[in-house]
């Protein structure tokens, strides 16, 4: 039982700890491995939070989008009980994050798309107080990274990113797809992955 109405967008867990994030800016967190969950916040108006990371049990965050198209980054030092939001542009465009990973709990990314079309992907190494953006000419749904050395990203058009740098680079590879992917996940190695989309 989740308490909410809204739909849930995004999940992640750290052991027995995990968050969820969903429409109306809701976030949820459990502490007993899903069993039950508690709410952080809830039925704002507009945004919400396709994107989730856990760094450890006691450090997430959530991305999205707030109540005025703004790409939106709430972190919490608590397991999810309280969030510090964080709003942003990617430079000064208006738009809203898809994903969010930390690599500690100064320096992350979040990956966005722009109204305008475009695909972003943000990146900061001040906990969420300045951002730097990189565009794409493509909407970016997702990413990963299984180690800080080689992450993905991925989005339409068959989109897939390579980073070798945290996040400060990328380089486009050849998914052999043009349906848009949705989502991806690599084993711990950043050898086996998997990209899923539409179109099955």
Do not use: C, K
Not at 58 to 81: H, K, R, W, Y
Not at 93 to 105: A, I, K, R
């Amino acid at each position: 039982a989740s308490g909410v109405e809204n739909g849930l967008r995004s999940v992640w867990f750290n052991g027995v700890n995990g968050i969820a994030g969903g429409d109306s800016q809701t976030i949820l967190y459990s502490t007993d491995a899903g069993a039950s969950w508690q709410i952080s916040q809830t039925d704002f108006f507009g945004g919400g939070f396709p994107g989730a990371h856990m760094l450890s049990p006691s450090i997430g965050f959530v991305a999205g989008q707030n109540s005025i198209f703004q790409p939106l980054m709430e972190a919490t030092t608590d397991g999810g009980a309280s969030w510090d939001p964080h709003a942003f542009y990617f430079d000064e465009s208006e738009g809203g994050g898809t994903d969010v990973f930390f690599f500690d709990q100064n320096t992350g990314v979040v990956s966005g798309t722009v109204f305008d079309g475009r695909g972003a992907i943000a990146r900061t190494t001040d906990a969420g107080v300045s951002w730097s953006t990189l565009f794409f000419d493509q909407f970016l749904q997702a990413l990963h990274f299984p180690q800080p050395t080689s992450g993905f990203a991925v989005g339409s058009g068959g989109r897939i990113s390579h980073s070798t740098d945290t996040g400060i680079t990328w380089t486009d590879q050849t998914s052999g797809t043009s349906a848009n992917l949705n989502d991806i996940s690599f084993a711990s190695d950043a050898l086996r992955g998997i990209a899923v989309g539409e179109s099955g």
